[in-house]
């Protein structure tokens, strides 16, 4: 076939019209959810405390932590589905969780511990929390490569740990109404080692499924 | 060069908006510069510049099925050179090489060069006979035979929406079958 009749056939297909990235990956994490939410109903559901808890201001934090992975990283990851786009002016908004987090840490290490710190630390869920993040993940992980496929991300790789990064967000912010440990310590570690895993396995996927 | 590059942005938002002939100006217009482009990637990857076109019909598939990814308020042509700086990595990182793409290569086409009319490409045929049969008929139809679509649906017994899905599915199942094999 010649290009220029490459280009007329090109043409005759110019009334087809293409979905949004931002709606195929909303739709994509909208299919992903319910199951996402089954593994959470079936192995954990909500702490029983969940009302006294919600005047812990570190019970609370845990949610402003996760959502401000979340958040950002759909952003970010919408953004990068540009052929054009660059991480550059973009990456520092993935600081907001650190940022909030090292508040929160800073501000109970003035307070009166109630526990010791290394029990703070490895609190007395780290292999569940190691875990279900990263189960209730993978369904959501699913849906937003899902998604991010119709973009053209000029960086495959990156383009699927922003996904990693999102599903893990969404994931904890699950998870951190199940989870009885409300130290930031505890956030900080053990939140961190799952999102780093989902974002290494989006990474990884996404090097693969995210080429155009 | 400033002018041709809103030439185009103007002619994409036509395309977009669904003005067919537009579209068909837009890919003739850039054609020229992605071959001289993609030959000079060729040749500093130490690559004959026959290989040119194949990469030239690649970005071209490129462009059409992510043209949802346009911005329509933004120029057009970085979106361009993006698209094809990065089929033109993808080739030639499949034809062995490791290779730095400039931009400019893209930016800087002297006038004059390589405005050769049209070529033709060995690996957008060849894949094409690996399509179903429904969707290389449609194709051939239409490229290679100059029918239009509602020629096409009367030759094959088929609707007009028929054909458009046939034939938008086949410029996929190209594109994805360029881009793994």
Redesign the interface.
């Known amino acids: 076939?010649?290009?220029?009749?490459?280009?007329?056939?090109?043409?005759?297909?110019?009334?087809?019209?293409?979905?949004?990235?931002g709606g195929l990956l909303t739709m994509g994490l909208l299919v992903a959810a319910p199951f996402s939410i089954l593994i959470f109903a079936t192995f954990l559901g909500v702490r029983p405390d969940v009302m006294t808890a919600m005047h812990n201001p570190f019970f609370d934090t845990k949610f402003a932590v996760t959502l401000s992975l979340a958040i950002p990283a759909i952003v970010i990851s919408l953004h990068l589905?540009?052929?054009?786009a660059l991480m550059r002016g973009w990456g520092w908004l993935l600081l907001l969780p650190v940022g909030l987090l090292a508040v929160a840490i800073g501000s109970e290490a003035m307070m009166a511990p109630a526990m010791p710190m290394t029990m703070r630390l490895v609190g007395k869920n780290s292999r569940w929390c190691m875990l279900s993040i990263p189960a209730m993940s993978l369904p959501l992980l699913a849906g937003a490569l899902f998604g991010l496929r119709?973009?053209?991300p000029?960086r495959p790789a990156l383009a699927g740990a922003l996904a990693g990064l999102l599903s893990a967000g969404l994931a904890a912010t699950l998870y951190a109404s199940h989870c009885t440990d409300d130290s930031p310590l505890f956030v900080a570690t053990w939140y961190t080692i799952a999102t780093a895993v989902v974002t290494a396995i989006g990474a990884a996927v996404g090097s693969r499924v995210l080429?155009? | 060069m400033r002018g041709r590059e809103d030439e185009w942005t103007d002619l994409m938002r036509s395309?977009m908006a669904?003005d067919?002939?537009a579209?068909?100006r837009l890919?003739?217009a850039v054609?020229p510069v992605l071959r001289a482009a993609a030959r000079r990637g060729l040749a500093r990857a130490g690559q004959p510049p026959d290989q040119a076109?194949d990469i030239?019909?690649e970005i071209?598939?490129?462009v059409?099925?992510?043209?949802?990814?346009?911005?329509s308020e933004?120029p057009f042509a970085?979106?361009l050179?993006?698209?094809a700086?990065?089929k033109l990595i993808?080739a030639l990182r499949r034809r062995g090489r490791r290779i730095f793409v400039n931009i400019d290569d893209f930016a800087e086409t002297l006038p004059g060069e390589a405005l050769q009319?049209?070529?033709?490409?060995g690996e957008?045929?060849a894949q094409?006979n690996t399509l179903p049969q429904r969707q290389r008929d449609v194709?051939q139809s239409?490229?290679?035979d100059?029918a239009?679509?509602k020629d096409t649906a009367t030759k094959f017994s088929m609707s007009e929406g028929a054909v458009?899905v046939a034939?938008?599915r086949g410029?996929a199942a190209l594109t994805a079958k360029l881009?793994d094999h």
């Open positions: 076939m010649d290009t220029d009749q490459l280009i007329r056939t090109l043409a005759a297909d110019n009334a087809h019209r293409a979905p949004r990235v589905s540009r052929p054009e119709h973009g053209a000029s080429r155009y | 395309a669904g067919d002939a579209y068909h890919l003739r054609t076109e030239v019909q071209l598939l490129a059409h099925l992510k043209r949802h990814t346009w911005d933004a970085p979106w050179f993006a698209i700086r990065n993808d009319e049209t070529a033709s490409a957008v045929t094409l194709l239409i490229a290679v100059s239009s679509i458009r034939l938008h410029l881009r």
